[in-house]
């Protein structure tokens, strides 16, 4: 691994560094994939890094390229002590609205946590999200965490490789949509095929009022 990325992961871990001072062993970095799409569900990705992991690459998911992050999707596994992503549907978007639906994959997330360690993580980091249940967890809701986060940032790669592969899968049973190029955003590409074609089973209804 060259200095320059050493010296960059170095900075990305600094957050989890202080935490790991205090006395918090057990860190778990949460995130999601997919708030804003029109169509498929938000995926929540929650993960309990080893102490010393470093892996080469990683950063906020939308800064990684799909490439690299396949590859770290496996790294980032093997890596982890625990780890989980939960996909909330869009009929859960439609009925509790994309905030709690993806408070709701955060919970599920966290409980699978609990589950596999046997035990409650120290801390939970997230990106940008407040009043969650964490099962009387302390948490810290910090402000771009992917960008700033390591554990938040493997966190948003397990969840947006897990949901674009579920958007690659979408396009095969609905090709008319272009959902291997845009994963269900808002690009003129898919409204126009709305328009065309309608919704699919997958849309989120309250998304696609405007051109429905």
Known sequence: MKEQEIERLTNLKKYE??????GNNLICGVDEAGRGPLAGPVAVGAVVMKKDSMLEWINDSKKVTEKRREILYDRIIEDSLAWSVRLISEKDIDELNI??????GVTLAIKDIIEQLKTKPDIIILDALREIDTFNIPYQSIIKGDANCYSISCASILAKVTRDRLMKEYDEK???YGFAKHKGYGTKMHIDAIKQYGPTEIHRKTFIENFV
Not at 17 to 22: H, P, Q, T, V
Not at 99 to 104: D, E, P
Request: proline share 7%; aromatic share 14%.
């Open 99 to 104: 905030l709690n639906a993806t408070k709701k």
């Open 174 to 176: 609905y090709p008319e």
């Open 17 to 22: 560094e202080n935490l790991y001072s205090e």
